[in-house]
């Protein structure tokens, strides 16, 4: 998954045997990247399915003369999309002030659960998934959160889908040492964020062992897998209730956790893939209402972010 692939594709071509158009196939075969590509830089997974719509309603609005005299229409769709997240990320410090609360990115299940998922009420197109790996997960995508729009698009740009900075510029519209120092800047805020890497059974077993002590409301055990200064932060985005600040320290998260289980005897706390690593999702008669995602440092656990807004579970309701 990368810029070569959108760039590797040629003009429009003649008619299949079948008669479907393989140029029109090849356009449709860029979606995947596409999604993959806003949903890192937006964080949001509805913004980004907006902004490949968007996308592809230029390229329709052109006509065949106009489409065939672009010569590579996979790297086309990549610049248009990604002007579009520009724009979009320039604006978006405006709109989290008002938001209610703390901004989380939406968090992805796992490929398993996504196909059997609804986006909106219909069924989700296996080609719209996210692929998910190391610059999926929610403490990477939270870093990003920190960078300028241009920062993060230069970043993404070229570290993850590996594009030239001479291609960067085009989009960013600045020169490639600008965006060079950019991506470097970016590079720089990932690094000072880092954390002991954990291996990932043992990450695994600390949300178990977590979700089995929340369960218990055992609050001496939440403690003991609690990292003394940890960190959670709740989003609801003003539709339910979340704590509207970050609880911060072992103890107050264990106690207040151990205060919803007792609110909530019937929550159903269940393991689930989050955004690539093991999280945790509650249900309440079958329906999710929260999902929650770790960021783990050796054998504690030291942030934990707890997505509530619905808005942001539709890739998470089933059925």
Request: net charge neutral; glycine share 8%; with cysteine.
């Amino acid at each position: 998954m990368n810029g070569a692939t959108g760039r590797a594709i040629g003009g429009a071509a003649e008619s299949g045997p079948d008669g479907s158009d393989p140029g029109l196939r090849a356009i449709m075969r860029e979606r995947r990247q596409l999604v993959n590509l806003a949903y890192r830089l937006l964080g949001s997974l509805a913004d980004a399915e907006d902004v490949v719509q968007e996308t592809y309603a230029r390229w329709y609005a052109m006509s065949r003369e106009q489409q065939e005299a672009i010569e590579a229409p996979g790297g086309w769709l990549t610049r248009v999309a990604s002007r579009i997240c520009l724009d979009l990320l320039g604006s978006a410090r405006a709109r989290r002030e008002r938001y209610v609360g703390e901004w989380i990115p939406e968090p992805l299940p796992d490929r398993t659960e996504w196909t059997s998922g609804r986006s909106a009420g219909t069924a989700v197109d296996p080609a719209d998934r996210v692929t998910l790996d190391e610059s999926i997960n929610m403490a990477f995508l939270v870093v990003l959160e920190s960078m300028t729009p241009a920062e993060r698009v230069a970043f993404i740009l070229h570290d993850v889908f590996r594009y030239s900075f001479a291609e960067v510029a085009e989009i960013v519209g600045r020169t490639p040492a600008a965006c060079r120092q950019l991506a470097s800047s970016a590079r720089r805020r990932i690094r000072a964020s880092r954390v002991p890497v954990t291996p990932p059974r043992r990450r695994a077993d600390l949300v178990r062992d977590f979700k089995q002590a929340w369960e218990a409301k055992d609050i001496d055990a939440l403690i003991g897998l609690l990292d003394p200064e940890a960190t959670t932060v709740a989003d609801g985005g003003g539709l339910v209730s979340a704590e509207l600040r970050p609880v911060r320290g072992a103890e107050p998260i264990a106690r207040y956790l151990a205060q919803l289980r007792g609110r909530v005897p019937d929550l159903a706390i269940l393991v689930r893939t989050v955004n690539g690593q093991p999280g945790l999702v509650t249900q309440q008669g079958g329906v999710t209402d929260t999902v929650m995602a770790f960021d783990i440092a050796g054998d504690r656990i030291v942030r934990i972010w707890a997505v509530r807004n619905p808005e942001k579970l539709r890739p998470w309701t089933t059925g």
